[in-house]
């Protein structure tokens, strides 16, 4: 229903950042404020798993392994949401993707890929 366009991913060094961004660019910004937003993130041979949400509230969630070096943020009027992943560790490498949920139902991206490697 929604079109999520991601981008930012890429190859790190361990310890390094990267910014993660998603956009809704067929949404008018009144109706991207009401979405949770959300990242997500898949490893080779492991399930999706959840990373970060915000509402349209602007209240967060984080999971543990990423408290204190990621960061969600957005900015409704550009119908844009980002994850600004400090202090990357190997562990972190996945596809990530970007989440639109509203009305129990979820909205995809098509993944960025993010390589956490020395």
């Known amino acids: 229903q929604v079109q999520l366009e991601e981008s930012g991913g890429g190859l790190v060094q361990p310890g390094g950042s990267l910014r993660l961004s998603c956009k809704a660019p067929?949404?008018?910004?009144?109706?991207?404020?009401?979405?949770?937003m959300g990242w997500y993130r898949q490893a080779p041979g492991e399930q999706r798993e959840l990373v970060a949400t915000?509402?349209?509230?602007?209240?967060?969630y984080y999971t543990d392994s990423v408290k204190g070096r990621f960061t969600i943020s957005r900015h409704n009027s550009r119908k844009q949401i980002w994850l600004q992943m400090n202090a990357l560790k190997p562990e972190d490498t996945a596809t990530y993707y970007c989440?639109?949920?509203?009305?129990?139902?979820?909205?995809w991206g098509q993944g960025t890929q993010v390589t956490v490697s020395s």
């Open positions: 989440n639109a949920h509203q009305n129990g139902v979820d909205d």
């Open positions: 915000i509402t349209h509230d602007g209240t967060t």
């Open positions: 067929r949404l008018i910004f009144s109706v991207f404020t009401g979405y949770t």
